[in-house]
């Protein structure tokens, strides 16, 4: 079973970048999809963006589409997510997960879980 560990948020000013990692542990990461979630205060969780096992499908939300790009190191069992061009509204707690992949932008598909990252940005 893949377990998954989060790091690289931090408190940013608006316009600044990011990387978020997430490293995997588990016989299984190479074969999984992996997405990142956010949750903001008083917020649902939503889909911020997703890859398939081979990098070959990448989805992103709406809202970050042309500013994040998701990719994945599978011979290093990490997922990354790199954050250009931050707004304060994309401040929230970032999770990594995994999971088979039957639909890669919907929360209930993943199994498998970080325990988040904070990301914060000032205007």
């Known amino acids: 079973q893949v377990q998954l560990v989060e790091s690289g948020g931090g408190l940013v000013q608006a316009g600044d970048s990011l990387r978020l990692s997430c490293a995997a542990s588990g016989r299984t990461f190479s074969s999984r999809t992996m997405g990142w979630f956010r949750q903001a205060p008083g917020k649902e969780r939503e889909f911020v963006a997703g890859?398939?096992?081979?990098?070959?499908?990448?989805v992103y939300a709406a809202s970050v589409k042309g500013r994040f790009t998701i990719s994945r190191d599978n011979a290093k069992n990490t997922v990354y997510l790199q954050m250009n061009s931050l707004k304060p509204e994309d401040t929230a707690v970032y999770y990594c997960?995994?999971?088979?992949?039957?639909?890669?932008?919907?929360?209930?598909?993943?199994?498998?879980w970080g325990q988040g990252t904070q990301v914060t940005v000032s205007s």
């Open positions: 997960a995994a999971g088979p992949g039957f639909r890669i932008d919907y929360v209930h598909s993943y199994d498998t």
């Open positions: 890859i398939t096992w081979n990098g070959g499908n990448t």
